[in-house]
């Protein structure tokens, strides 16, 4: 266990910077566009351990949650997925902001369509946080369900 919760902090903030070069690799509408984005090369690097992120993730919670007694792990489950949905309707309000602040923009180019300012939109800081907080709710609904070891044991 020990082992598993080194290795998703590890993942995490290497996670956690991916997001974060998506914000910083993307050029803000209101500057002169350039050319090209370079932040896909950071994402095609990345995929990999934001998989692993989401694997680890939910795995550590499933392992932790299972020990909880049931009220615990229910409060547990309301409180991720009001989390996740408090994280939601943020990302959207910011989301729906950058975009009207992107077709507005002087950049009449880039006004309408997936750009290189778009990115920030869907890579940013809320959008790991809604992650994280999905990939918890999901271990957490998966430890309701009793596993073939637990199961045995309960017979």
Known sequence: MEKLIKAW???????FGIFKLGEVMTTPYSETPNEGNLYWIVLLIGWPFLLLFIWITVRL??????????????????????MAGIA???NQSQA???????????????AAGWN???????????????????????GILLSFFLNKKQRDEAV
């Not at 919670?61 to 009001?82: D, E, N, Q, Y």
């Open 61 to 82: 919670t499933h392992r932790v949650v299972a020990s909880v007694r049931p009220f615990g792990k229910v409060s547990l489950a309301i409180g991720s997925f009001v």
């Open 116 to 138: 290189q300012f778009t990115n920030i939109i869907y890579m940013n800081q809320l959008t790991f946080f809604l992650l994280t907080v999905s990939c918890m709710g999901v």
């Open 96 to 110: 729906a902001s950058l975009r009207e602040g992107i077709r507005l923009s002087a950049n009449e180019s880039y």
């Open 9 to 15: 902090f590890i993942v995490t903030l290497i996670t």
């Open 88 to 90: 939601w309707m943020t």
